[in-house]
């Protein structure tokens, strides 16, 4: 856990690990901290303190930094290397950090490296929908993407949905403006036929998908580019709070209205968390050798403390092994298939 | 008017243009029609049929029909085409249809063509934000556009705001996944470059915006491709339909929140109004020669009404003028400067 991340850093990483612990006491815990900052939050939860190991650091990477910059000051020994080297030195599982995301996705490029096979990470969002969750990936770790880099999307999401929603088959879809085949961009066809002619146990493809079958759950993982990724994301986002505004300015609008609300309460509620996009935790790199979590950078202890829950469930059920095993089995039986042609070809 | 298109045809359009007509009282309709549907619903609407004129077609464009096959069989005789044609001859000032968006896209572009200096037509989204509304363009006409091409969709989607929300300077930003100068593709980095350089009066440009911006209402009109914009529009719309299901769930949860449901109802009524995304309708053509208004397929009688309201504001506006007036200034300018440049090369 990297404790200095996001708008609060340890006063609310702190809390939220400890939640977590509370839900998964068999996990245990490296912190990795600057001491002035963590110790007298730490002292707050002793049972927390009793189940981890506490990492002074030197340097902690600021939200503003840019990627370079924080990997000039901050590589080797701030919170944030430290933490995505225990994955590589295999001391952790996983890697929880709510800091900012470019510095995050440039240290664990550094750190990680790519898996072979991978040309580009991915960052993968757990979008709620009418019917439970999905996965949404790309959303904003690179910027333009070819078919094979589209496939590649769609083996990893697909080994993340078996690890997160523990499905044999994911439904896997890939994200465009029209479902007819003839539409959208050379890119997304090409990556169906790439998808199609693989023909991979791993998951189901259902062609393509809109927008609005993001929030139905039509399928359990949405395949796209970092740039539409990460404005479907964002402007997802934005709607929910829009929606929200919306309900908070109609509900205060006549005394009835009001009665009625503080009626309704328990309902809104459960209502406010599920229309709270900050408490969906979570954004997961794929394609490193580790994992890495991104939690928001504005979530509350709770919100943190799903993304902890997001990482138990990618450690347990072996996220990497998974892509890992799905990849090679894709490769070799096309390297295979390139030999046969080599073979029957004329010359 | 043309009266078949959308999921109910003649039963929906024609009291959504009714409505239209209580609130403008002003209008003069001519509504394109085939003569069994039409006439027994007008008859039940013995004002509006005093205040149009109602021109029986021989072929109706289906929902599922493709571009290509509704221009083969519709063209010159539909009331899709007839009713743009209206526009073309200057016996309408703006034709709204709810039929399938392609086969009016393809029709309008046969039909009017694109104006003098711009390549593409774009579809603009009047989408509902916490300020009030906002223009989105292009929500998907065409997919991929270059620097020039989203330059003038800003041209375009100004105008349009100066018509529809009578602002005088309207704000525009372009979408992007960042709000650093840096950050995105290089088209929209170079449009950035294009529009600060023209430097245009009939808007202001506020850099970039991300997709949490577009609900929150920050710029007045929102620049984007194609296929972003109409990714982000169903993203959107799912969104809210989503918010509008779970709150439905919560309401009917218990007793109190039953109860608390009734005394509220007034506000839930008004809310459910601003969530549906049916309510906010036309998705405005924009970059023909002419004024051509797209009503949801879904939509109701009052969302119909919503269609024809911004096509009374466009036409009374002169949006095409305004735009075409934008675009001449811009491009005589530029003429003139490169003129300039020419007559100053040491050749």
Redesign the interface.
Known sequence: MDLMGGDHGPEVVVPGVALALERHPDIRFTLFGLQPACRPVLDRHPSLRAASTFVPCEVAVGMDDKPSQALRQGRYRSTMWRAIEAVKTGDADVCVSAGNTGALMAMSKFCLRTMANIERPAIAAIW???RGESIVLDV?AT??SDAQQLFDFAVMGAAMARSLFEIERPLVGL?N?GVEEVK??DEIREAGRLIREANLQSFEYAGFV???????GTVDVVV?E???G??????????????????RA??S??W??K??????????D??RE??DPGKVNGGVFLGLNGIVIKSHGGADAEGFAAAVDVAYDMARNGLTAKIENDLNIYHSRRKALSAVATAQSPD
Chains 1, 2 share one sequence.
């Open positions: 709620p929908t009418m904003g910027v333009g994200l403006i959208g961009l809109e927008g609005g079958d993001i929030g139905k796209t970092g740039f539409v990460n404005i479907a994301l964002k402007t997802a986002e934005g709607t929910a709070r829009q929606m929200a505004e919306y309900l109609a509900m609008r006549s009835m209205s009665i009625g609300y503080v009626l309704a309460k328990s309902a809104f459960r209502l599920k229309m």
